[in-house]
């Protein structure tokens, strides 16, 4: 089967950088994605990692190390508005087709 | 603007009723999903599609079927609901990306109550 792994909650500084792990033990890998959920909002896509190393887009950094079934993503200069679930997703193959499953999220709470 | 829509944001239905919760998609992808979203669960995959008339069951299928007739559509549908299938139902859709990257496409969600 296949399984994700991440913090439920984490709390942090306005401006300050957070790092939010995801571990997993997946077949058939394909790469780690991340999602951000604001409250009553639907699922936005964030990063993408097929392969190891770091992808940065602006304040949002991800990185994947394959070898050790492990990425995180990386939040710097926190903004309130950051405050979200954010969820790690495995993309795997699945009978010769594609399957995304996600963990089960990390509450994310930014104070002043 | 790409789009991923649900035909209703809230649902309230029966326990014993037949419920068809729909999705259409505008990006002519082949992949759609249904998940299930609960407090501390995370979403669940309920069901997958990668083609017309193709699907696969997810992690949580029993107690749902789906329908996929054409290409923009997928259909989840519960064949007598349970009041423990109150839940957000997402709908969400990405391209076959051969392990590129395959961002997913959310709709908005629908809250089902089964009372």
């Known amino acids: 089967g296949q399984s994700l792994e991440q913090p439920s909650e984490v709390t942090a500084v306005e401006g300050a950088i957070v790092q939010i792990n995801c571990t997993y033990q997946?077949?058939?890998?394909?790469?780690l994605s991340w999602y951000q959920q604001h409250d009553g909002g639907a699922p936005t896509f964030l990063s993408y990692?097929?392969?190891?190393g770091l992808e940065e887009t602006g304040r949002f950094s991800s990185f994947l190390s394959r070898s050790d079934s492990y990425g995180y993503l990386l939040l710097q200069e926190l903004q309130m508005k950051d405050s979200a679930s954010y969820f790690c997703?495995?993309?795997?193959?699945?009978?010769?087709?594609?399957?995304?499953?996600f963990g089960t999220g990390t509450k994310l709470q930014v104070i002043p | 603007d790409v789009k991923v829509t649900q035909s209703s944001r809230y649902l309230v239905k029966r326990t014993g009723e037949k419920v068809f919760l729909e999705c259409v998609q505008d990006?002519?992808?082949?992949?759609m999903f249904w998940y299930r979203q609960d407090p501390g669960l995370g979403l669940r995959l309920i069901y997958f599609?990668?083609?017309?008339?193709?699907?696969e069951k997810g992690d949580i299928p029993e107690g749902y079927s789906v329908s996929r007739e054409k290409k923009e559509r997928f259909s989840l549908i519960l064949e007598s609901a349970s009041t423990n299938q109150t839940s957000m139902y997402l709908c969400?859709?990405?391209?076959f990306g051969r392990g590129m990257n395959t961002e997913a496409f959310f709709g908005q969600g629908t809250r089902l109550t089964v009372v």
């Open positions: 969400a859709s990405s391209s």
């Open positions: 997946t077949s058939g890998f394909y790469g």
């Open positions: 990692n097929g392969l190891d």
């Open positions: 997703a495995v993309t795997s193959k699945s009978g010769g087709y594609q399957k995304v499953t």
């Open positions: 990006m002519d992808h082949e992949n």
């Open positions: 599609s990668y083609d017309v008339k193709m699907k």
